[in-house]
Nanobody, 121 residues
Framework: QVQVVESGGGLVQAGGSLRLSCAASGSIFSINTMGWYRQAPGKQRELVAVDTYGGVTNYADSVKGRFTISRDNAKNTVYLQMNSLKPEDTAVYYC???????????????WGQGTQVTVSS
């Protein structure tokens, strides 16, 4: 099985920065896409940023120019550098690994448990 674990959340003042990390582990041969999503109280989960194996990235309009996604394919790890944070960035941030090919040839997807990011005004 594949597990995805996030870290790096916390409390920060508006204008500050945080760096989230996400590591996928298990019987992994390759992962196509790794990305970050977030869910604020009372709202639906939304895409923040994704990175495909080929290095193509996609960002939500609300975070463009402030957040940067990066990936270490050798470590099956993805990062989210968040700068100029705003109170509206407050949410639980979830990591997703999609298009996972396991060593046994299975294809699957996996979500992390989430990490809380709180931005105070």
């Amino acid at each position: 099985q594949v597990q995805v674990v996030e870290s790096g959340g916390g409390l920060v003042q508006a204008g500050g920065s945080l760096r989230l990390s996400c590591a996928a582990s298990g019987s992994i041969f390759s992962i196509n896409t790794m990305g970050w999503y977030r869910q604020a109280p009372g709202k639906q989960r939304e895409l923040v940023a994704v990175d495909t194996y080929g290095g193509v990235t996609n960002y939500a309009d609300s975070v463009k120019g402030r957040f940067t996604i990066s990936r270490d394919n050798a470590k099956n790890t993805v990062y989210l550098q968040m700068n100029s944070l705003k109170p509206e960035d407050t949410a639980v941030y979830y990591c997703n690994a999609d298009g996972i090919r396991t060593i046994s040839g299975l294809r699957t997807s996996s979500w992390g448990q989430g990490t809380q990011v709180t931005v105070s005004s």
